[in-house]
């Protein structure tokens, strides 16, 4: 028998906010030291009262508008009831019955996956379980964060479905500002729902949960794996167990961690330290007008106006400022060609494109500075580009000059001239150097007149030795073809 994968996710992120969600300690992603960002709200000392931080409300509305969610009239927070050491109240502030956000979709592999809903609750602290001296230490500074919960149907079908999914969802809360969504340090995290059903059948399996995976590849992999461990309990007749799972990444394996049985009752009950929101009409629509173009759209867009491939153009949107730069550039290529006032030609878009994606963010990525603080003007870019494309340079040139951009800012055409990096594509200088490199190389001659393709290679190869890397080896190619052949 064969069966059907039905998966659903959780995914939490830490808003980046100025302060907490319900006072006014810093929300400060870089924890420097231990409870330096706590006060008595956030750690729930008796007789404090929290208020509601109105950026975030905001942030996670824009990320409802930005999937297409309704916005309702109505919201409001709930006490969720359990004990826990790195929990100071002894209840978490959540939203179960009025969240913030209800449905809305995002497409990912050309399927569309619903979002049951989003809300706003507060994260707890840390728990550090010191090896040396056995203790478990408690670090606050992370409890009561704002952070967004974001719940899906069960629409997913393949562990590359949930994984392009929450890339996707990542971009948007990056797009909005709501999120850095660092998965690495822990800003965004993610939980697996997963149950098999024979193929054909309507109604759901028993699913198990996979908490705390911090990357969508090892949810992926999670996924894949649980699918191939619970068909083996389907066939051999057993039933699957509903339980929380673990995910080890090193041995590739879930683990149980625990059952059905040892489920909370989180006793919710409405907040009644917090006033009920009223989301007007009007502060909706006016973060509606506030929303960026979202990252699937301008990949979209970007194809079908300057012609780039589809995969560079996803490279381009991965990050909101990236794709802002490129159009910069864009804009500068077309201003610079009387022809084309409004879009630049597409084989300059093409190699402008080619430029930035390739060896532009390998250095952007060596220096790890933000692309604000990147000594390289739009301008700058698009000269240099426009140098590529019209052989002026070489790609090695563009690669040395770039470098150079990087450190010191110059532009392209004073160190190009200083250091006399132009081109050679004058026929009669290019014809001069090849008629020596045939002189040089009768045999390689003789192998080419018989045929052997390959050595035209090693021909121009040598004279580009000849012209110390200067010579337009396209230019090269045709005149040893005219000389020889
Ligand atoms: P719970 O009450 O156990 O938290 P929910 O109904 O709130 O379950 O759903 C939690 C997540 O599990 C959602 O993402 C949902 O899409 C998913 N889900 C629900 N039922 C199933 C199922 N049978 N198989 C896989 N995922 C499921
Ligand atoms: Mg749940």
Known sequence: MKYEPVIGLEIHAELNTKTKMFCGSLNDPRELHPNINICPVCMGHPGTLPVINEEAVKKVIMVGLALGGAIPEFSQFDRKNYFYPDLPKGYQISQYQHPLVQGGALEVLNRKIHITRVHLEED???????????????????????????????????????????????????????????????????????SLRPEGQEKFGTKVEIKNINSFKFAADAVNYEIVRQ?????????????????????????????????????????????????????????????????????????????????????????????????????????ADQDTPEKPKRNLARTAAALMTGDFLRLIRETSSPLSEILITPENFAELSLYLAEDKISNLTAKEVLEEMMCTGVDPSDFINQKGLWQMSDASDLENIVAHVINENPSAVDALKQGKEAILQFLVGQVMKESRGKANPKMVQEIIRKLII
């Open 124 to 194: 707890t602290g840390r728990l550090i379980h010191d090896k040396e001296t056995g203790a478990t230490l408690v670090d606050f500074n992370r409890a009561g964060v704002p952070l967004m919960e974001l719940v899906t149907e069960p629409d997913f079908r393949t562990g590359e479905e949930v994984r392009a999914f929450g890339e996707e969802l990542q971009k948007l809360v990056r797009y909005v500002g709501a999120s850095n969504a660092d998965m690495e340090k822990g800003q965004m995290r993610v939980e697996v729902n997963i």
């Open 231 to 335: 068909t083996g309990v389907l066939e051999r007749g057993d039933k699957v167990v509903q339980e929380t799972r673990g995910w080890n990444e090193h041995a590739q394996e879930s683990f149980s961690q625990r059952l059905k049985e040892e489920a909370h009752d989180y006793r919710y009950f409405p907040e009644p330290d917090l006033p009920p929101l009223h989301n007007t009409f009007e502060m909706v629509e006016e973060l509606r007008a506030r929303l960026p173009e979202l990252s699937a759209a301008k990949r979209v867009r970007l194809v079908s106006e300057y012609g780039i491939e589809q995969n560079i153009a996803e490279i381009l949107t991965r990050e909101k400022t990236f794709g802002e730069y490129f159009e910069s550039v864009m804009s500068e290529l077309a201003r």
